[in-house]
Each structure stands twice: as C-alpha cells, then as structure tokens.
C-alpha cells in the first residue's frame, strides 16, 4: 500500500492540468466564501472558451473570476445557491441563475443527485502525517459533493488552518492537487452606524447569560454581537464564523459551558473573517467546523436551549411575512439558512429567533415594514415562523399573535413617519 506522502506526490500538479480533469457538461461544486481555490478557478477560467456547458454552483463568491462572463455563458454558467458581490449583477441581468434551497437541505440534494456533483474544488490545509486535509473554511455542502464527484481537486495552501470536526479529505479521496501559498481572502466587521447600534441593543437586552447564538451575515448581526461582551457563559452554535463572534471568544464571553448540545463547542460550517480568525481555528480543540447538515438541521440545533438566531430582512409585510433574498422579483441574495435556525430557536427550549431591519430604505423614502410585499419578492421566512422582529424603533414579538395584533406590533416599530399610512392600509386590509 502506497504511503500518503507517496500518493501526494504522485497527485501534484499544476493549475492547469488540474483543470483538464474538468469535462464537458460536468457541474463543479465550489465551497462557501474563501473556501473558493482562486488558482484553481483562474485555470478553469482560462479553459473556458474550449469548455460547454459547464456549470459551477457556490454560495456568496467573493472574487469575480474570468468565466463569470455574460458572452461564455453557454461555455460556463454559474448556478449560484446564493448570490454574492461577484454574481449579483449577474443574476440580476439573467445570466446567472440560481438554484432556490435552504442551506440545510444542500447536502441532501446533493446526495440524492438532484442537485449534479461531478467535480469539486477547494481550499485545503497541508496534509497531515495521516495523509488527511482539513477544509476547514467551508466544509458546508462540499463534503457530500465529495461522496458524489467524479474528480476533487484541492488547493492546498499553508494559510488554511487545520481544523477539527467533519472537515477532513483523505489523499485517497483526491484526483489532484494543486499548491500555492497566497493570502486568504479577509473580510472585516463592517462599520456600525446609530441605527445599527440601536438595533443591537434591543437584541443584546433579549439575549441571556448562559444562551447559545446563531449570528447571521451582515451589520446588523454584528452590531449586535459588538454588545454582547459583557455578558457571560454564550454559547456558539452558527453557520458562519466571523470576526465578531471570535470577539466574543476573546473576550471571555462565549465559554460554550452552558450548552446543551455540543458543551465546551464552538460549531459553525463556514469561516469568514480575519487571518486572525484562521488562526484561531488551527488545531483548536474548542472549535469544530461541520457539514451544514449538521450545523443548520433545525431539530439538531434546537438541542440547544435557549438558542437566539439573530438574521436579517430586507422587508417584512403586516403580518409577518419576510422578504430576505430579492428586491421585488429581482434577486439579491439567497435563502442560505436564515429559516434552517428561526425554526431551529423556535424549537429550542427557551428560545428567541430574531429578524432585524432598519425601518427604512432609500434614505428614509421607502418604510421597510410594509403592507404587503413588494410584488414578486421572494418570501423567506414565513408568517408562521416569525418570531422577534427588532427595528430602531423596537421591538416586536408575533409568535401567537393574531393578524390585526402582529399589524398593530409592527406599526409600532416603524419610522414615525410611515405609521399613519400604515394604519389606514392596515385598515383597508381589515387588519385594524
């Protein structure tokens, strides 16, 4: 039996023809965010002309690589799950498309070939002296596109940390790899203005010592998270793993002691943040990266109690009704697994899903809590799963609540300005 070093260096290859094994209407499953393997997607690229009918399916890229173009379409497509900074316009214009899922269920479709895996690629951490690699960026829905694909190409870079958890590729599981020593891709905390910090601080009130938090993507999450250092024994039970949530570990204030599931853990399926935060999770024994069918499966992660799933909307109807991934018909993000961890709080005992929204758009034009939704605005969270709804006003809780009382609680919240038309549509709607 050959050695794992053996096997290693037998499997080593350029970009280039790692991205030979890359055929004809194969589909190509890229992880989460900076799981992404730029040199191995700028060499796909570069084959792009003599490629068709290739598709590469990802959620939230973060790099505009050269086959997201219009005029190859028909060469390479993208299918996002969720639409990122570098396939928005694109999916906005028609030319990318997208694949509606909860975050949770990606593995799944994967693993019943609803959703095609012929090939993966992704970052890697080196390999250990068992011939294992850790993919501990973006384990996500990449390791059941592994079970599946045909080829799995990695990119094997001493940046990845190695992580522990359901992250790790065996050599003998790899068609090739591909070695490279460049920067990850870093993302900040995003800068919190006075609507944000007020939102926060509602949410921060709510949320007890000794909980377990599910902290979405964006400001409002994590203006939340910034006010949260003061208190004690949080638990971490996520999707992402971010900046914001390593200031709570940092600070003293996540121990995960009072966890009911997973004590003493820190689990998140994907990593987005600083090289400070890669750090952090190499050969961490506090912290374990999971396939998002374990992290976001809702009965699983309700075995935490008091657990509060803090996400954001984008636009919310009078009776409850959240529209997170489109403005009107035309898309701008994705479901990702805001519904996989509201329905997850909502099972927890003693738990608190929240959904946060500034009251207002288009610089104080446009009220964000509106009668019905935008026409053709993809719903998210439904009217039956709401839970909190937090704006700069307050806060509003329509669990249990009647149609006119959940009108009533998110009148109260919106911008002063907007209230009196939302009264009388309230009552043309019979909802007053």
């Known amino acids: 039996m050959q050695s794992a070093q053996t096997l290693y260096q037998q499997k080593r290859m350029m970009a280039t023809d790692a991205a030979a094994l890359i055929h004809d209407g194969d589909t190509v499953v890229v992880p989460t965010g900076v799981g992404e393997p730029p040199a191995l997607l700028n060499a796909l690229s570069e084959r792009r002309h003599e490629l068709r009918n290739v598709a590469i399916s990802q959620i939230l890229p973060l790099r505009k690589f050269a086959y997201l173009d219009p005029e190859t379409r028909a060469n ?6 969720f639409f990122g900074g570098a396939t928005r316009a694109g999916g906005q214009a028609g030319w990318v498309d997208y694949i509606p899922a909860y975050f949770s269920e990606l593995p799944m479709l994967i693993d019943r070939g609803l959703s095609p895996a012929d090939v993966v690629v992704s970052m890697a951490s080196p390999m250990d002296e068992h011939g294992f690699f850790s993919l501990s960026l973006a384990p996500d829905y990449t390791m059941a596109a592994i079970r599946r694909a045909r080829v799995v190409l990695l990119e094997v870079n001493p ?19 591909v070695e490279s020593d460049d920067a990850l891709f870093e993302v900040g905390l995003p800068q919190i203005g006075p609507v944000q910090e007020a939102i926060g601080k509602y949410v921060a ?32 039970h996520t999707e992402m793993i971010g900046d914001g949530i390593l200031s709570l570990l940092e600070s003293g204030a996540v121990t995960n002691r009072r966890k009911t599931f997973m004590p003493g853990k820190t689990v998140a399926t994907f990593a987005l943040g600083s090289n400070r935060l890669y750090r952090t999770l190499h050969h961490n024994p506090a912290i374990e990266m999971h396939p998002v069918d374990f992290t976001n499966d809702p009965s699983l992660a309700a075995r935490n109690d008091n657990l509060c799933a803090i996400n954001a909307t984008l636009q919310i109807d009078l009776i409850g009704q959240c529209g997170s991934e489109s403005l009107g018909h035309i ?51 439904s009217k039956n799963d709401i839970n909190y709804v937090v704006t700069e006003y307050g806060v509003a809780q329509l669990r249990g609540k009647t149609a006119r009382q959940r009108a009533e609680a998110l009148i109260g919240i919106a911008h002063p300005d907007f209230r009196g038309e939302l009264r009388e549509a309230a009552r043309r709607m019979n909802l007053a």
């Open 76 to 81: 390479i497509r993208h299918d996002a799950y």
């Open 159 to 177: 940046n990845v940390p190695f992580a522990n958890g359901d992250c790790h590729v065996h050599i003998s599981q790899v068609a090739g790899l």
């Open 205 to 236: 009130d709510l949320i007890d010592d000794g909980s377990t938090l599910q902290i979405g993507y964006g400001g409002i999450p994590d203006a939340v998270v910034m006010q949260l250092q003061h208190k004690r024994d949080l638990g971490i």
């Open 331 to 381: 898309p701008y993000s994705g479901t990702g697994g805001q519904v996989d961890f509201v329905r997850a709080a909502n099972r927890s005992k003693g738990g608190k899903a929240f959904i946060v929204l500034p009251s207002t758009a288009k610089d104080g034009t446009v009220s964000r809590i509106a009668p019905i939704l935008s026409p053709g605005t993809h719903v998210t969270t």
